[in-house]
């Protein structure tokens, strides 16, 4: 199985920005539609954001205008952009396809990030 790597979490202040980025060594990335997902918890892991490979994007109510999704296809790599970060943000965000763990690929560690004053 081929996992994502992701990175850029931590602790910020409300109304801080982050920028998380994510990794992997799979073949079929370009061609896939890529997710930012995150898991509060004792909550179930919700998608916040998508982007296909015509890098059309789709976001949750939640996080619509606040986080931008991209990706850098050569790279292999996908971006979320959060900014103005409200408590409610603070969770472990993973990347994976949509839907997950399709052609061959698997959930990483996460990044974890933490909304507080």
């Known amino acids: 199985q081929v996992m994502f790597v992701e990175s850029g979490g931590g602790l910020v202040q409300p109304g801080g920005s982050l920028r998380l980025s994510c990794t992997t060594s799979?073949?079929?990335?370009?061609?896939?539609?890529i997710a930012w997902y995150r898991q509060a918890p004792g909550k179930q892991r919700d998608m916040v954001a998508r982007?296909?490979?015509?890098?059309?994007?789709n976001y949750t109510d939640s996080v619509r205008g606040r986080f931008t999704i991209s990706r850098n296809d050569p790279r292999h790599t996908a971006y979320l952009q959060m900014n103005s970060l409200k408590p409610e943000d603070t969770a472990v965000y993973y990347c994976?396809?949509?839907?997950?763990?399709?052609?061959?690929?698997?959930w990483g560690q996460g990044t974890q990030v933490t909304v507080s004053p």
């Open positions: 994976n396809t949509h839907p997950p763990n399709i052609w061959n690929y698997s």
């Open positions: 799979g073949s079929s990335f370009s061609v896939a539609t």
């Open positions: 982007i296909t490979s015509y890098h059309s994007t």
